[in-house]
């Protein structure tokens, strides 16, 4: 069954590998800061601070996280037809790393911003694999 979904369980693990850099690079840049408090980010930071932009991107793909997971893992289970499967974790996964390179990059409190775009590409592709996902369960 496993090779089956080869292509899938490598997304699923790519977005794994990309959420714990995110921790790690959030991490990195919470310690350099010359007055901090571990595990607590300054309510007074915005866009401008990488410790801002690189805390909420670790804590959006938190967020996002089982919305993707779930549904696919449950996919697996009941047999959900491995293509379409793959082609949706690796669409969420180029998009939440580009997401992720974007909100590193541009400091920006406009919205839409850039990395938006990429946010609700990965979020619609959520919805089209629960809609698919009970499509194929009736």
């Known amino acids: 069954m496993f090779v089956t979904y080869s292509l ?10 990309l959420l714990f850099v995110q921790s790690m690079i959030a991490t990195v840049a919470h310690r350099r800061q010359s007055h901090y408090v571990p595990g607590v980010v300054d309510d007074n930071l ?3 601070s990488f410790v801002f932009r690189s805390h909420r ?9 089982p919305l993707i997971m779930f549904p696919s893992i449950l996919a697996i289970m009941v047999g ?17 790393l580009l997401h992720m390179v974007l909100y590193y990059a541009i400091a920006t409190e406009k919205n839409p911003s850039p990395r938006s775009y990429f946010f609700i590409i990965g979020w619609l592709i ?3 694999l629960i809609v698919l996902l ?5």
Not at 134 to 138: F, G, K
């Open 126 to 128: 959520c919805g089209v």
């Open 8 to 17: 899938a369980i490598w997304g699923l693990w790519f977005i794994l590998m």
């Open 57 to 65: 991107t670790h804590q959006n793909s938190l967020e996002n996280l």
């Open 80 to 96: 959900f037809n491995p293509t379409t499967l793959a082609i949706i974790v690796w669409i969420y996964a180029i998009a939440r």
């Open 46 to 48: 915005s866009h401008e």
């Open 134 to 138: 009970a499509i194929h369960l009736l």
